[in-house]
């Protein structure tokens, strides 16, 4: 730390007290990304809940940054209300794994008809938030309606769910990204029906092979999809009405599947989430910070 001009601490817990500590010793600049969904009050781990000394720290290194390089608007809001005091902020959104972006081509299928089975994709850590057990429900109550669908659900704590595999329901365990890159390509619409999140990655590679995404409007989930790439559930007030708005969400993406370019869904998707966009912003505020009190540094 001593030879550093400037340090990006991502995710704060433990390690971001002691940047904020030694800079005053050393006098770096310091950036801060959170990715935490402990910022909503609504979830059971939330901030306010935390014990006395994580708050402590967490609000030492906020007093102590110089940029919030945030991955969505909402986040910085709600930081900023839980430590009352602005720090300037940049959007840096979650970069895509180079293993998606090197197996993106010809991601995007054929268009289908009304008559196809639609394909859903979830993929997550399966914690109860996630509302997996929900989201399969759900899927089957449709199906027995006459829906023609298939969910195919990926990632670690599946075997949790194994007793509901069906013909039309499909759990793997996690995989990597090349092994995923091919359910993102034959999915019609990517599904993630959770109480709380922040920006998640598994919208981003979603968006970026061109699937539409139906999720719920949390965290910073409404920044990343509007009504030209998915479809947003209202937040959940109680536990009876998640089967009926998750419900409500796939019939209205089934009523305009048509109406989404995928293609244009992909490229947007690019530009933001892509690596070199991405770096080349970061790099910008970095020059910014170290080169306003050096102007000689290169």
Same mark, same amino acid.
């Given at each position: 730390? *001593?030879?550093?001009?400037?340090?990006?601490?991502?995710?704060?817990?433990?390690?971001?007290?002691?940047?904020?500590?030694?800079?005053?010793?050393?006098?770096?600049?310091?950036?801060?990304?959170?990715?935490? =969904?402990?910022?909503?009050?609504?979830?059971?781990?939330?901030?306010?809940?935390?014990?006395?000394?994580?708050?402590?720290?967490?609000?030492?290194?906020? *007093?102590?940054?110089?940029?919030?390089?945030?991955?969505?608007?909402?986040?910085?809001? @709600?930081?900023? /209300?839980?430590?009352?005091? @602005?720090?300037?902020?940049?959007?840096?959104?979650?970069?895509? !794994?180079?293993?998606?972006?090197? @197996?993106?081509?010809?991601? $995007?299928? !054929?268009?289908?008809?009304?008559?196809?089975?639609?394909? %859903?994709?979830?993929?997550?850590?399966?914690?109860?938030?996630?509302?997996?057990?929900?989201?399969?429900?759900?899927?089957?109550?449709?199906?027995?309606?006459?829906?023609?669908?298939? %969910?195919?659900?990926?990632?670690?704590?599946?075997? *949790?769910?194994?007793?509901?595999?069906?013909?039309?329901?499909?759990?793997?365990?996690?995989?990597?990204?090349?092994?995923?890159?091919?359910?993102?390509?034959? =999915?019609?619409?990517?599904? %993630?029906?959770?109480?709380?999140?922040? #920006?998640?990655?598994?919208?981003?590679? =979603?968006?970026?092979?061109?699937?539409?995404?139906?999720?719920? !409007?949390?965290?910073?989930?409404?920044?990343? $999809?509007?009504?030209?790439?998915?479809?947003?559930?209202?937040?959940?007030?109680?536990?009876?009405?998640?089967?009926?708005?998750?419900?409500?969400?796939?019939?209205?993406?089934? #009523?305009? #599947?048509?109406?989404?370019?995928?293609? /244009?869904?992909?490229?947007?998707?690019?530009?933001?989430?892509?690596?070199?966009?991405?770096?080349? /912003?970061?790099?910008?505020?970095?020059?910014?910070?170290?080169?306003?009190?050096?102007?000689?540094?290169?």
């Amino acid at each position: 730390l *001593k030879n550093a001009d400037l340090v990006h601490v991502h995710a704060g817990d433990r390690i971001g007290f002691w940047a904020a500590w030694f800079k005053q010793k050393y006098g770096y600049k310091l950036v801060y990304t959170e990715h935490w =969904a402990i910022y909503d009050s609504n979830t059971s781990d939330a901030f306010e809940n935390r014990n006395i000394w994580f708050r402590f720290y967490m609000k030492w290194l906020w *007093k102590k940054t110089d940029l919030v390089a945030s991955i969505s608007t909402k986040l910085y809001s @709600s930081m900023e /209300a839980k430590y009352a005091v @602005s720090k300037p902020f940049m959007i840096f959104p979650n970069v895509l !794994d180079q293993a998606f972006e090197e @197996s993106q081509e010809n991601s $995007i299928p !054929d268009e289908k008809s009304n008559e196809d089975v639609v394909t %859903l994709l979830h993929v997550s850590n399966f914690e109860a938030r996630k509302n997996v057990f929900e989201l399969i429900q759900t899927v089957n109550d449709l199906i027995r309606s006459g829906r023609k669908l298939r %969910l195919i659900l990926i990632g670690a704590g599946s075997e *949790k769910f194994s007793d509901y595999i069906s013909e039309n329901i499909v759990i793997l365990p996690s995989m990597n990204a090349q092994e995923l890159s091919e359910y993102y390509k034959q =999915a019609d619409v990517f599904i %993630l029906p959770s109480d709380a999140e922040n #920006s998640p990655c598994v919208i981003s590679e =979603a968006l970026s092979f061109g699937l539409p995404v139906i999720a719920t !409007d949390v965290g910073g989930v409404s920044e990343m $999809i509007n009504e030209t790439n998915g479809v947003l559930i209202p937040r959940f007030q109680t536990p009876q009405e998640k089967e009926n708005k998750i419900s409500e969400a796939i019939l209205e993406f089934l #009523s305009k #599947s048509q109406t989404f370019d995928r293609d /244009a869904i992909k490229h947007h998707a690019e530009g933001l989430y892509g690596s070199e966009p991405v770096i080349h /912003a970061l790099i910008e505020q970095y020059k910014q910070l170290v080169c306003a009190e050096s102007p000689e540094y290169p």
